[in-house]
């Protein structure tokens, strides 16, 4: 997630290449199988570059390799919601997050995990010249931010723990209290609903609620925006509509 600036040639390249990978995984999960030449036509990437990023990706146990089409791997479970395409849930979204853009001010966000990341769906960005954007494609920690402690928190426990390890490694040391880490997550499945500011960029406030169906968690939907515009009466605000649009969602499923 960025405030509207101009990045870095160098961070841009990453993200781009980021960007694909994590296209290409969610291309897989949408179709359960799916050949190396389909994912070259559909992602308009040469086909060398589709073999480089599966072999990576099959080493790391993301990606499986299924006689001459591709499924995902056993370390890469989305959830039960997967089983509703990316594809779908970004079109039936899409009205539900321009309303809820125009309602709060802000900028809303649909977000879904793969593996230990959060990765954007779809953005309706706000009208205001000073906002916060989350680029579809663009993916972050799970640990960090609201948006990923939704996702975190109805991930599965092995999910859980490689987080956690993983924020220990990027802190240089273990998380110090993880019982009090873990009852944080409890709250936010049994409260619905998680708020941080300043995560992941300073200046921010961000709310988001899990997108659940009876067969698992299919997203997160998010609003975001700077701290100066976003106070207690806007949040109480997007904490009743976040809840609403989420059940609106998945009505229209």
Known sequence: MTTARDRPPE??????SLARGL??????????EIRADELSVLLETPLSTVYRYLRTLTEFGFVDRRGSAYGLGPRLVI???????????????????????EETGETAVLCRRVGTTAVCLHEIQSAHALRVTMAPGSAGPLHVGAIGEVLLA?????????????????????????????????????????RREGEPESG?????????RDDGILGALGVTGPEERCGLAWGKRVSRLLPEAARAIVDNL
């Open 11 to 16: 961070e841009a390249a990453d993200d781009s």
């Open 154 to 194: 109805y991930a599965p426990p092995d999910v859980i723990e490689e987080v956690a390890f993983a924020a220990g490694q990027e802190d240089g040391q273990p998380i110090n209290d993880m019982e009090a880490w873990l009852a944080d997550l409890r709250q936010v499945v049994s409260a619905g609903i998680a």
């Open 23 to 32: 296209r290409l995984l969610l291309t897989i999960s949408d179709r359960g």
């Open 79 to 101: 959830g039960g919601g997967a089983i509703v395409s990316s594809e779908r849930l970004i079109r039936l979204a899409d009205p539900i997050l321009r309303l809820l853009s």
């Open 204 to 212: 921010t406030v961000t709310i988001a609620v899990p997108i659940l």
